[in-house]
């Protein structure tokens, strides 16, 4: 969140000029207004997001919905595997004591 408070606050002083079809500049606007960000950040967010990941910012294919579902799905089991492997080398914890360390009651 800091970076992209970062590069919305930052300094800017380059230009860079493009030609898009205005009904859609309209409704583009409107869904970051939303936001409460402009076009401008808008688009310095995706740069900046494109230099943070050394590529685009997202998934191209004919089929992204799926594309994105399926990395969601290979990060949340990769993370999985790490708890995995963290309760194997330090030890188990028992749902009961989980709850009990938060303070939860079923």
Sequence with gaps: M???????????????QMRINPEVKAQVEEIYANCGLT????????????????????????NS?????QQ???????ELKKG????????WVSEEDALAEFGITI
């Design 2 to 16: 800091a970076k992209l408070a970062a590069t919305i606050n930052s300094q800017k002083t380059a230009i860079f």
């Design 39 to 62: 076009l401008t950040d808008a688009v310095n967010i995706f740069i900046q997001q494109s230099i943070n990941v050394e590529g685009l910012p997202f998934i191209v294919t004919q």
């Design 65 to 69: 919905k799926e594309a994105l579902k």
């Design 72 to 78: 969601a799905i290979n990060t949340l089991m990769l």
């Design 84 to 91: 995995e492997d963290s309760a194997k080398e330090f030890g």
